[in-house]
């Protein structure tokens, strides 16, 4: 059921006893931390300063403040804010506030039918408090469609002076704000009774132009006096005059002051999905239908986090143009040439070229040429990919399909081996693969594979040589037993104490070396490093320290030979002597 809300200046409140603005009135359900917490902050009013400065005292003059919240938690907060001229004292002007809560369960009526966002019939702006405290809930809430005034977008644009090009940048900017929370304040240019009225039709074409998955998000308010930031308001409708850039808020946000010909809307690009909403503004069944759809492919995204499930803008002239061409209004080629188009004009192409493949694998249960263009799109990657210069934040950032995206051929098809390779590396960059899976894998590759892996692993890993990676580099690097191999690559790019560190984790972390041919061949390669490169480690007490620490006796036992062998005179007689007695 729906909640209701009322706030007002009384003799006394729900929370106070003394006079003053608070709850007068509320339903049975919602609670006090709820109404403290969520509506209280947005109950004010501050009238216009122009009616002020002209001490209007006719309260129709006054701009009612619709207010639409879409909170975290799936309600949404339906408010109306009036000028109700003198209190009960006779002697000082106050406002009243109705909310209506919306549950979750019913939310999603209010979203598809914008009609019922701007044009509720339910609002009351007085009661008697000697009536009670409690408010009833109700099953719905009745619409009054004649609160419009225009009928189409023609209409509105030549009321309001806006045209194609800026209506197109409050479409953007919604997405945006819908993304980062940047607000956009809008100051109409029209007098101060008029404000809420135009913002509601503004509202009508703006709200109608987003998907659901954007109306889910965005909050607005019809009328404020001045920008201030309020939570759950992405959109401000302001009196006109208001908007100073040298204010933070302002120039924080986006501005749309109709009054002063001002239109700040940085990043702004046309698009395909802008063109699309544009032209079928007034088709709001063609538009609903297209939206229910994104709503299926936005389903599928319900595991992803929250930021991943706020699809960009540029993704949306995807799923637009796959609508199109279902209804045949656009050929498939042209769709992946247009992709093709943006992804040349992207900040990373692979990058832009993956993340659409994921929408088109999500949008396949809709629009079933999406999977077809998605395997092009795939192989296209690929072969755009060179393997030995693809960077890691490629690697970690691509998006390849699954096998079966290239036709379930794996040896026939000359695309699957590189992507064997792609996924390989993925797998070794990141943290979440199991050892043994990447073991496995390996082994699965060409040689010519293995050695493009090799270099790669070189190429990835050369400066960031850890005890976290070290496992990964005997897997990827140490293909015939040639420890040797890895010390060098550890040498050449960290230094002795970096070779030492990876010596003592091997020793006492690699099953492998129980192995006799692993442990000789390791043998051999510590015994040859530290002739050919560390003779002076020994002489060092606490790099000696930490050699020594060593848990596997096969290595500790190396080790002392090793430092007999590169000490002279007394103290190579002392060591043996220390040896044979079992000491260290």
Not at 187 to 192: M, V, W
Not at 228 to 240: D, L, M, R, T
Not at 482 to 507: C, K, L, P
Request: proline content about 2%; aromatic content about 12%.
């Amino acid at each position: 059921m729906i909640q209701q809300h009322y706030y007002t200046r009384e003799r006394r409140g729900l929370y106070s006893e003394v006079p003053g603005y608070d709850t007068i009135a509320k339903s049975e359900n919602l609670s006090d931390t709820f109404i403290k917490n969520t509506l209280h902050p947005l109950c004010f009013y501050d009238s216009p300063s122009e009616l002020v400065a002209k001490s209007i005292q006719d309260i129709e003059e006054y701009p009612k403040s619709l207010v639409c919240a879409n909170l975290v938690s799936g309600e949404m907060i339906l408010g109306s804010t009036a000028f109700i001229g003198a209190d009960y004292t006779g002697k000082r002007n106050t406002f009243f506030t109705h909310n209506y809560v919306i549950p979750v369960d019913k939310r999603e009526n209010f979203i598809a039918d914008v009609d019922k966002l701007l044009c509720l019939n339910g609002f009351n702006y007085s009661y008697d408090i000697d009536n009670g405290s409690k408010l009833e809930e109700v099953d719905d809430i009745s619409i009054d469609k004649k609160q419009y005034i225009s009928h189409d977008t023609e209409e509105l644009i030549e009321k309001l002076g806006i045209d194609e090009n800026i209506f197109k940048k409050l479409l953007y900017a919604c997405f945006i704000s819908s993304a980062k929370n940047k607000k956009i304040y809008i100051a109409l240019d029209t007098s101060p009774s008029k404000i809420s009225i135009y913002a509601k039709e503004l509202l009508r074409f703006l709200l109608r132009g987003l998907p659901f998955e954007l109306r889910r998000r965005l909050g607005f308010i019809t009328y404020m006096r001045e920008p201030k930031s309020k939570k759950f308001i992405n959109i401000a409708f302001v009196e006109k005059g208001s908007l100073k850039e040298t204010n933070p808020e302002v120039s924080a946000g986006f501005i749309f002051d109709f009054s002063q010909n001002n239109i700040k809307c940085s990043g702004f690009n046309d698009s395909d999905f802008l063109n699309f909403i544009w032209s079928n503004l007034n088709n709001e069944i063609l538009l609903n239908s297209f939206f229910q759809e994104l709503d299926i492919i936005y389903s599928a995204s319900k595991t992803h986090s929250e930021d991943k499930k706020k699809i960009p803008i540029d993704k949306y002239d995807i799923l637009c143009n796959l609508f199109l061409m279902r209804a045949e209004k656009i050929r498939e080629v042209e769709l992946e040439s247009k992709i093709i188009k943006n992804s040349i004009q992207s900040k990373n192409k692979i990058s832009y070229l993956g993340e659409c493949c994921e929408y088109l694998k999500e949008a396949s249960r809709i629009y079933p040429k999406a999977k077809e263009l998605k395997t092009r799109l795939y192989r296209y990657i690929l072969d755009e990919i060179e393997l030995s210069m693809v960077t890691k934040e490629d690697i970690l950032n691509i998006s390849l399909g699954e096998p079966e995206d290239y036709n379930n051929e794996p040896i026939k098809n000359s695309y699957y081996e590189k992507y064997k390779v792609i996924i390989y590396m993925k797998g070794m960059l990141s943290a979440a693969v199991e050892i043994s899976t990447l073991e496995n894998e390996f082994l699965k590759l060409s040689d010519k594979s293995q050695d493009i892996v090799l270099g790669m692993i070189r190429r990835y890993f050369k400066n960031n040589l850890n005890a976290e990676n070290y496992r990964k580099l005997l897997i990827g690097l140490n293909t015939k037993n040639d420890f040797y191999e890895i010390v060098q690559f550890i040498y050449e790019n960290a230094g002795t104490d970096t070779v030492r560190n990876f010596i003592i984790w091997t020793s006492d972390n690699l099953e492998l070396l129980n192995e006799s041919s692993q442990m000789e061949a390791f043998k051999e390669t510590v015994r040859d490093y530290f002739r050919d490169y560390d003779k002076e480690a020994f002489n060092d007490r606490k790099t000696s320290e930490e050699l020594f620490s060593i848990k596997n006796s096969h290595i500790k036992s190396l080790l002392r030979d090793i430092q007999i062998d590169s000490s002279n005179g007394i103290r190579k007689l002392y060591l043996k002597t220390i040896k044979s007695i079992g000491g260290r």
